[in-house]
């Protein structure tokens, strides 16, 4: 890769700024699709993700339907969530569906014994639940209590949700409100069994697992994508085991849970808002361990399915640092930057160009928690920059694959090295081609030069998200610090694509 050194004789001292060079060569021979299933988002029980996130007192001064905080519904049907999943996380296995139907003023209330130990009060169960989705035009994800609940409570929410029949429990259903089956399809197996989940060795949980999936039934029209609870990071023993020990025909997909932690200690993450370059660059190196991890478990599930049946479903991901001062350790509370916008972009980069295995995928959190799409303050929101990446991005839903050949000039930090630029790119229904970019060194812009074989086009618009320092965020104040800006940093040269790719910013382009 050739830098280019321009002396700038305006201010006549020796500053120089450079510029590096990158080759891309597309493709569209593939028969792949993205899956929109990758774009999913996870709401926990947790912190203020649902309580004063989606669901708020009925006093607050915002539009609502019933206590569905209406504002964040319409930020969200403009990124086109497919998929939420739903009520946890460890929250999860301790769950009890039971309580969180019928009339409010009598659900049981327990304590949330994971998150803060706040007092749940079952005010959002499962009917508000499926009415928040229904509202947002998304699929319900559900993750089902193997740790403390039963077969029965799984198999009876099931048949809850799902069943037309005169069952007292679909009777029920239609009791509260709901007379038509909702038809939910995604539903997890335990959650982090490894863990929270019951601290369950993978050869015990499979045997669980096929007890569980067993009495997890099909109802009409609601043909069951079940969801093994799959491996923490790199723990490749637990992919084996699952998928010897688990028929692929019993298993939709198997999960992968891989959070970015700046330091790489969980004491002491690192922070949202206050890091310096070496840290940013480590971060991003733990960003990109995802590639490796996709990777290599995939490669596992190839001698078990060779035709790729079961989908490796990245359920949670995303940025962990230590939570804002003065906010409750227990609610997972970060601030989110420029920074996490690269590593949203990266991560979502990474499942593109998986797509063939990675059919699912669930940043982590939505809303105030962890690596959030919105943030809130009672009856203020901003949207987050991860937020714009998924607007971005949300082009790339159901569209085909585009394979590719990209040579990226490395980001060089200290005596270290990481690949400065990742892509993925796809062509949607009408023909458009969609590029997404990301150039992860803070100083050089980077001149890509793209060769699209076989693809005819004639003009090219684009969208950027960068920000003058890594460490800006969106505040309440000002909310739109960082947004999506116009871009004009590509042209048409022949019939090759030349893009100009700011240091530490994000672009997508449209070809048509
Ligand atoms: O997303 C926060 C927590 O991280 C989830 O509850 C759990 O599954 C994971 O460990």
Redesign the pocket.
Known sequence: MKKILTLCFVCLACFAYSQETATLALSNDSKLTISKYIYGQFA?H?GHGIYGGFWVDKDLPVEKQDRIRLDIVNALKKIKIPSLRWP????ADEYHWRDGIGPRDQRPRMVNT?WGGTTEDNSFGTHEFLELCSLLGTEPYFAANVGSGTVEEMSKWIEYTNSNSGSTIAQLRKQNGHPEPYKVTFWGIG??SW??GGNMTPEFYANEYKRYAAFAKNYPGAPLKKIASGPNSDDYNWTEVIMKDIPTWDMWGISL?YYTVPTGDWGHKGSATKFDEKEYFETMERCLKMEELVTKHAAIMDKYDPKKNVALVVD?WGVWTDVEQGTNPGF?YQQNSLRDALIAATNLNIFNNHCDRVKGAAL??TINV?QSLILTDKEKMLLTPTYHIFDMYKVHQDAKYLPMQLTSPDYVSGDKKLPAVNVSASQDAAGKVHISFANLDLHNDIKISTSLKDIKWKSVTGQILTSANITDVNTFDKPNTISLKDFKGAKKDGDNLVVTLPAKSVVTLELF
Not at 88 to 91: I, K, N, S, W
């Open positions: 926990e947790l946890g996380g460890c929250f994971n959650n982090e863990g929270c849970h949670e997972l982590a959190q962890l």
